[in-house]
């Protein structure tokens, strides 16, 4: 019943037509990869191990190793607490992740002790043993222990030790608790297909890149290897790709520290817009320009601040994408220019797949230039979306981008504020298995040539920066915002991310607060959720929750399924519109702060949400996955259970003063909160300055708890709120002592604020 159910809702969800084609398609992709494996597997799955180290040379910033196997590694520091492994043979990346080659010298040491070679800086020493395995070490403490590799046919695999007190977190995107122990991830970016719930994966984004904590041990590892792979932290790490040279970075140190160093190699996400911190309503379904001006309407009405609407599918014309349907959207010039003047933005979707049409420009120049993927026998690949038979865009072919950027034009020129990427994993619709190109796929990998084993994770993340860099182009005196589903690392240098189809639950609603905080430790700074659950309708409790929550989340939208009933806020009653409109204001309120969370994250790489062990790994703040950190300064602990009255707070270290009713928590202890409906526990670190907007003048609030001792340091970001003029940034030290409190401002920059 429940899987007829499902065929049901999936027949809804693609078309009729689409749900007979998938058949067609789903027994096309089984063929070739079917195909596909024959050939790797006649290419021969020889193991081989790396045997005897022979040889280790010196080379700059490191050395490499030879192994009597014909197997090397090559090991170079680019910081001294920052290394960078390789095992070969295999192809070395295409180097998409990462931006940086241009590290200073470290002094690196290479030397033979007993049987064995170091090399080392003066903070992380890395020991080769003679049959390959290798050990970290900081001092003389022991930080990683990594085992020979193996090498079966191309495919790498290899396993590290995973110490019993080790907490692992990261991996992107997981549907899953905060501390990813005990789990296996597949590197393979998915739509699971319009809804999916606890522990389902691998989702839309999986990364290759993880935090262990461990007392004194922390350390990040990234793995640049694009290919298909695996990542499991069970009895021990075990890390797998089907292709590709074994390429690993290790960053010692804490969270913060590692996430810094992570993403000046990977790139760190702009200062976006001001108003893209703002509210976003979205839903599947709205139809015409009548919808759009209706939902504004709502809006306004109930007094609900909102920023921007965005605009699904079906604005185009027969979802031919860069088209405009204009029996519905008449003029969208106006729309947009209407929308502005209540000041609401609008975004629009915009799917990778082009509708195959002879009639359709877009098509046909793709084919007559060569821009598509194509199929082993060279004809132009065809999958499964919603305009039907579709052809992909090769987005690892620059021809390809630098033509598919031209496109957006075609948005912006109406007034459109942003882009919304989705289905870039890229998805082709299935009756079963895996939904998307067949493995054979052929890509243009900037040239180097290769299949989509290799390239289907870096698809979305280029159709990003085709994207972001058309709007830098199109509109240079604007910052770019865009969204994207699907990425791999460093997709943050172009885009934010949403957690998509997520199933309308309060499972969902909890693994969101620990999925988000994952994305932020590897490297995406600016993620969130559809509010209420993307699949199935929210109950008026969940919603509110959800609402509440996701006002302190960096991308606050609402949106769901065109088969969830509608869902404004004020298809919850007027008690619903009545504690969403204080979300919405506290949100407002705070986007001064939000604002300087933002620019934290285009300099230093930070995420706005932290986990609560992000000042202080003391091994109990990282079983925390119910509280966080928004920014350096608020303390958010949402109510994650239906009809809680209650809930637990642990407070760190300081005193900590409620962000609604001043009283104040002393830290370093649990405390029990009521809680009211109305609002979700917020409190504000004591010795803080909190900029808010109040009756749109900014004003600095400081929050100081009697009997607080101390220096706390706030920041404060201020620029015109778009554009790439002016700024200022102040830094404000406020030291509490017996009673007295000692505030010192410096300020660096030249915008004034209006006020
Ligand atoms: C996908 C997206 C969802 C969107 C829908 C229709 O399911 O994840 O957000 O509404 O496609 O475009």
């Not at 015409?288 to 209706?294: A, L, M, T, V, Y």
């Not at 604005?315 to 088209?323: A, D, K, N, Q, S």
């Not at 349907?325 to 990778?352: F, V």
């Not at 700074?525 to 008026?540: L, N």
């Amino acid at each position: 019943m429940e899987n007829f159910k499902k065929l049901l809702d999936g027949i809804k969800g693609i078309g009729l037509g689409n749900a007979l084609r998938t058949i067609i398609y789903t027994n096309r992709k089984k063929k070739a990869d079917k195909a596909y494996w024959s050939v790797v597997n006649k290419q021969g799955s020889e193991l081989r191990i790396p045997g005897k180290l022979s040889d280790v040379k010196v080379i700059e910033n490191g050395a490499r190793a030879s192994f009597q196997n014909e197997i090397e590694l090559e090991i170079v520091f680019l910081k001294k607490d920052m290394v960078r492994t390789t095992w070969t043979p295999g192809n070395l990346p295409v180097q998409y992740a990462v931006i940086k080659d241009d590290w200073s010298d470290v002094d690196v040491k290479v030397e033979q002790v007993d049987d064995s070679w170091v090399v080392s800086s003066d903070e992380l020493k890395l020991q080769i043993h003679p049959c390959g395995s290798v050990s970290y070490f900081e001092g003389k403490k022991l930080i990683r222990q990594e085992n020979p590799p193996r090498l079966e046919g191309k495919a790498w695999t290899q396993t590290a030790e995973l110490e019993s007190e080790t907490k692992i977190f990261g991996m992107g995107e997981q549907a899953n608790r905060l501390d990813l122990r005990g789990n296996s991830f597949e590197l393979w970016n998915t739509d699971p297909g319009g809804s999916y719930k606890f522990q389902e994966g691998p989702l839309y984004m999986p990364l290759p890149v993880y935090y262990c904590s461990n007392s004194n041990r922390g350390h990040m590892v990234f793995h640049e290897n694009t290919f298909k792979g695996k990542l499991s932290f069970k009895e021990e790490i075990e890390v797998n790709f089907i292709g590709g040279a074994l390429r690993t970075y290790f960053i010692k140190g804490e969270i913060k520290k590692v996430i810094g160093k992570l993403t000046e190699l990977t790139g760190r996400s702009p200062l976006p817009p001001l108003w893209a911190l703002g509210f976003h309503q979205s839903k599947w379904g709205y139809k015409n320009e009548g919808d759009i001006r209706r939902i504004a309407k709502g809006y306004l009405d109930n007094d609900l601040p909102i920023s921007v609407i965005h605009m699904d599918i079906d604005y185009m014309e027969g979802f031919r994408v860069f088209t405009i349907d204009s029996e519905r959207y008449p003029d969208l010039k106006s729309l947009t220019a209407d929308m502005e003047e209540q000041g609401i933005k609008l975004i629009t979707i915009l799917d990778p797949a082009v509708k195959v049409d002879k009639d359709y420009p877009i098509y046909q120049e793709g084919i007559e230039n060569s821009y598509f993927c194509t199929t082993p026998e060279g004809q132009t690949f065809k999958g499964l979306v919603w305009p039907g038979w579709a052809a992909f865009p090769d987005f690892t072919n620059p021809k390809t981008r630098e033509w598919w950027k031209g496109k957006y034009s075609a948005l912006l020129d109406e007034g459109i504020s942003g882009i919304w990427h989705d289905m870039n994993e890229p998805a082709s619709f299935v009756s079963d298995g895996d939904s998307t190109l067949p493995l054979s796929t052929l890509h243009n990998l900037e040239g180097k040539k290769g299949n989509h084993a290799e390239a289907h994770n870096v698809y979305g993340m280029n159709m990003n920066r085709a994207g972001y860099e058309a709007m830098r182009e199109l509109r240079p005196d604007r910052r770019p915002w865009l969204l994207t589903r699907s990425g791999w690392v460093g997709v943050q240098r172009y885009a934010w991310h949403w957690t998509a189809d997520i199933e309308s639950s309060w499972d969902a609603l909890k693994m969101t607060v620990s999925g988000l905080l994952n994305l932020g430790i590897s490297g995406i700074s600016f993620s969130g959720s559809d509010i209420g659950g993307f699949s199935g309708k929210a109950d008026t409790e969940l919603f509110i929750r959800w609402f509440q929550l996701a006002a302190f989340t960096p991308f606050f939208r609402n949106h769901a399924s065109c088969q969830t009933p509608d869902s404004e806020p004020w298809e919850y009653g007027q008690i619903a519109v009545d504690i969403i409109r204080e979300v919405l204001r506290v949100r407002e309120r705070l986007l001064p702060y939000i604002y300087t969370c933002s620019w934290q994250a285009s300099e230093f790489g930070f995420p706005l949400m932290r986990p609560m062990f992000w000042d202080q790994d003391d091994g109990n703040l990282s079983e925390i996955e119910d509280s966080f950190f928004f920014g350096d300064h608020l303390l958010v602990a949402p109510v994650l259970e239906e009809g809680q009255k209650e809930r637990d707070v642990y407070f760190p270290e300081g005193a900590w003063i409620d962000f609604y009713d001043g009283s104040v928590y002393e830290g370093d202890r649990e405390y029990i909160v009521k809680i009211q409906i109305d609002k979700i526990p917020v409190f504000v670190r004591s010795g803080a300055v909190i900029p808010v907007k109040e009756n749109s003048s900014r004003i600095l609030r400081l929050y100081a708890a009697e009997g607080t001792r101390g220096s706390t340091t706030s920041y404060i970001y201020s620029d015109s709120g778009d554009g790439y003029g002016a700024s200022m940034v102040e830094e404000i030290t406020v030291e509490q002592n017996e009673g007295h409190i000692n505030i010192n401002r410096m300020a660096k920059g030249e915008y004034y604020p209006q006020e």
